[in-house]
């Protein structure tokens, strides 16, 4: 039982600090912020699929993250709950070409919502609408290919036990 739990928080603080190198990486190259985001590790949140250990990782990461790279306070809050949203529901998922939806749906609906807010002095349909075709597309090329990549990786070396 303890050692479950162990490898529970073990498999948790790995993915945390994995997430958080892969954002540090994707800003670094320049992929982390503008109109289309290409954060590598979002293609983690598809791990809840293998483990509910996942969901604190990612989360955790998400929240680390937008904390040590200067976001604004509405998305880290944001940012974070759509992460925290996506990964919950990836979670309950059994289907793994399905799996990667959750999170680019709650991150595609709610980190616009930040943008536009922070943009602009009044609410524009335009300006939310434009960010959300952004997020869209930076959403799918990093959770739904490089997710579904990772998930054929992990299947195929058998490292969680689905």
């Given at each position: 039982?303890?050692?479950?739990?162990?490898?529970?928080?073990?498999?948790?603080?790995?993915?945390?600090?994995?997430?958080?190198?892969?954002?540090?990486?994707?800003?670094?190259?320049?992929?982390?912020?503008?109109?289309?985001?290409?954060?590598?590790?979002?293609?983690?949140?598809?791990?809840?699929?293998?483990?509910?250990?996942?969901?604190?990782?990612?989360?955790?990461?998400?929240?680390?993250?937008?904390?040590?790279?200067?976001?604004?306070?509405?998305?880290?809050?944001?940012?974070?709950?759509?992460?925290?949203?996506?990964?919950?529901?990836?979670?309950?998922?059994?289907?793994?070409?399905?799996?990667?939806?959750?999170t680019v749906l709650s991150n595609t609906?709610?980190?616009?919502?930040?943008?536009?807010?922070?943009?602009?002095?009044?609410?524009?349909?335009?300006?939310?609408?434009?960010?959300?075709?952004?997020?869209?597309v930076g959403e799918i090329l990093s959770?739904?290919?490089?997710?579904?990549?990772?998930?054929?990786?992990?299947?195929?070396?058998?490292?969680?036990?689905?």
């Amino acid at each position: 039982m303890k050692t479950n739990k162990t490898r529970r928080i073990t498999e948790a603080a790995l993915i945390c600090a994995l997430y958080v190198a892969l954002t540090w990486l994707s800003n670094v190259v320049g992929l982390a912020s503008g109109s289309v985001q290409l954060r590598l590790s979002e293609a983690l949140c598809v791990l809840p699929y293998f483990t509910p250990s996942a969901i604190y990782g990612v989360t955790i990461g998400c929240l680390i993250s937008n904390l040590t790279m200067g976001a604004l306070p509405l998305d880290i809050v944001v940012g974070s709950l759509a992460t925290l949203i996506g990964v919950v529901f990836t979670y309950f998922i059994r289907n793994k070409w399905l799996c990667p939806i959750p999170t680019v749906l709650s991150n595609t609906i709610l980190v616009p919502l930040v943008i536009t807010l922070t943009v602009s002095v009044e609410w524009s349909w335009s300006l939310y609408l434009v960010s959300l075709a952004g997020v869209f597309v930076g959403e799918i090329l990093s959770v739904y290919v490089l997710g579904i990549l990772l998930i054929k990786a992990l299947e195929k070396r058998k490292i969680f036990k689905r």
